[in-house]
């Protein structure tokens, strides 16, 4: 069974400085996918990166960067200047296995980030 | 840009009553599921469909819980007869398939719909 989790239930930043977000995830799946989502106050999940298991680049999408450590099992979100903006849950999941003709998400719990002025 | 969108936003309902929540997938997708997430906690699958019958369900969705695709653009969830347990947000998601293999679907999700069951 697939398995995330995420250590961090809060996290605080300086607006305009970096900041990770820890992710590590337990598999026996050769092919998986990693997603981070942003979920603001608002409620809704906003897709912000993915990574596959077999690639060897770690993903980027502007601000978001992804540490892809396969041997550790790690998938960390790194966000780069933070802005207020990205005051926000968190959540890391991810998805693979079997062929069912579809793939459900597991997700992790979710860090909470709050950026400061 | 294509997003999911869903109705309504928020549904108030007393115990033992149906409801029915509805989304409209990204138009071309072919998979959609229905995620939730009881207040404070994470989300969790409770179903997947794909050509117009599920793929996987989870412990979570039994006998009081259906999908259905009425027509080529929305898909619904019903339950049946609604417990104070079921108050949650409830989001649906669509993707577009797995032309890389395992590990390779992105899944755009809702805004999602807040139950409130009394």
């Known amino acids: 069974a697939q398995k995330i989790t995420q250590t961090q239930p809060g996290m605080f930043v300086q607006e305009k400085e970096a900041v990770t977000l820890d992710c590590t995830y337990d598999t026996s799946d050769q092919s998986y996918g990693l997603f981070w989502y942003k979920q603001p106050s608002s409620g809704e999940m906003i897709f912000l990166i993915y990574?596959?298991?077999?690639?060897?680049q770690n993903a980027t999408e502007g601000r978001y960067s992804l540490n892809f450590q396969k041997a550790r099992k790690s998938a960390n979100l790194v966000i780069s200047a933070s802005q207020l903006g990205d005051s926000a849950m968190y959540f890391c999941?991810?998805?693979?296995?079997?062929?069912?003709?579809?793939?459900?998400?597991?997700f992790g719990k979710g860090t909470k980030l709050t950026v400061n002025p | 840009e294509p997003e999911v969108t869903q109705t309504p936003s928020h549904q108030v309902t007393q115990m033992g009553q149906e409801v029915i929540l509805r989304c409209v997938p990204i138009s071309n997708h072919l998979y959609f599921y229905w995620y939730r997430q009881i207040l404070g906690q994470k989300v969790e699958f409770l179903v997947s469909?794909?050509?117009?019958?599920?793929?996987?369900k989870s412990e979570i969705f039994d006998d009081q819980f259906s999908v259905e695709r009425p027509d080529g653009s929305n898909f619904t969830l019903k339950i049946r007869s609604t417990k104070l347990e079921d108050s949650a947000m409830y989001f649906c998601?669509?993707?577009?398939?797995?032309?890389?293999?395992?590990?390779?679907?992105?899944?755009?999700f809702g805004p999602g719909t807040r139950l409130t069951v009394l």
């Open positions: 469909f794909y050509n117009n019958e599920i793929s996987e």
């Open positions: 998601a669509s993707s577009g398939g797995l032309a890389g293999g395992p590990g390779t679907d992105t899944q755009y």
């Open positions: 990574q596959g298991s077999y690639d060897e």
């Open positions: 999941a991810m998805s693979g296995g079997d062929w069912r003709g579809s793939e459900k998400l597991v």
